[in-house]
């Protein structure tokens, strides 16, 4: 049976208010009592509940999700399932709050995690650019005992607590697969369309989609990456440039989100290509409806959002976390299994 502050408080010979204040760090003990407390505690092999003394202090967990900003469809689902999480935020004793910086700004996203730890938030879920100033901003947080976890692109190494979002190696190779198995004999290269290779994610879903071309049976040649910072003008001119310029050109694997660009391009010159894509937004969903579109590889924005509120929770609580409920799927898409549209489809 685990011992309680009542056993403590018999064994060190002083009330249960005495008990509690110790336990909380709260002045008002003389330090020869203290000390008897202490030792009783450590006797009796007593481990606190933090969730449960969390609990009964009613104790607000203030969390900050930092987002990039900008016409990322993906991330503004992000914001919208933070914002309807945030309804429920008094039953669940959180307090969420959102941040926008600039897309693939480390600078900035290092500022934004500074902020946070400066007020003293609960936890931290940020979407992670490699760069050092980053590691170095997530290194402070941790100093500062405050639980940070990375949102759809991972920043392994940095210290950061968890990684919430899919195997995006595994997504690259799905979408490699995918795009050989399509092509089957047709010639012609395949280009990538990136938003940027100094996120992790992209360059995971570039390394799996390499891996799992250069396997197929059918030897082709893989483009030079385009980055189109996630941009749709950027994406649109450097898709139809490509378009231009390669007429034989038979796939096009588009790992970030510069889904709205790379569409209009492919209206526009009215070709016929294979295209695998990333995330279900109104754009994707109406691109696969009409055939501009193979498949689309999808993540549970809502899903995402719900883990990193639990696992900042736990972190706080000082608990363990259940990786199987936090794991993210990967669903595959084509015009054959859309589900119903959400509201949150930009």
Known sequence: ??????????????????????????????????????AAIVALGYVRDVAAANLAKSRIYPLVFILPEGDNPFMRGLEAEIRRAGLHSAAERTRLSVVTVPAF???????????????????????????????????????????????????????????IG???????????????????????????????????????????????????????????????????????????????????LAGVYSLGAGNRGLLKALAKRGVDLCVIAHELTTETRGALESGLIDAVLNQDAGHEVRSAIRILRAKADGLSVNAAQERIRLDIFIKDNLPPASPDEE
């Open 1 to 38: 049976m685990r011992p309680t502050v009542h056993d403590i408080a018999a064994k060190a010979g002083v009330s249960l208010a005495t008990v509690d204040r110790v336990l909380n760090d709260r002045p008002g003990v003389r330090s020869v009592t203290k000390a008897r407390v202490e």
């Open 105 to 163: 700004d480390p600078a900035a996203l290092a500022a934004a995690i500074d902020a946070a730890v400066a007020e003293g938030v609960a936890g931290i879920a940020a979407v992670a650019v490699d760069a050092p100033e980053v590691f170095a901003a997530i290194g402070r947080a941790q100093e500062a005992d405050i639980p940070v976890v990375t949102l759809v692109s991972d920043l392994s190494g940095s210290g950061r607590d968890h990684f």
């Open 166 to 248: 899919v195997d995006n190696i595994a997504a690259g190779r799905t979408a490699g697969s995918l795009m050989g198995r399509f092509l089957g004999s047709r010639p012609g290269p395949v280009v990538v369309l990136a938003g940027s290779m100094r996120v992790r994610d992209h360059g995971e879903r570039l390394e799996g989609f390499l891996s799992a071309m250069a396997a197929m049976s059918v030897a082709r040649t893989i483009l030079p990456v385009l980055e189109g910072q996630d941009d749709p003008d950027l994406s649109f001119r450097l898709m139809s440039d490509c378009l231009a310029a390669v007429p034989d």
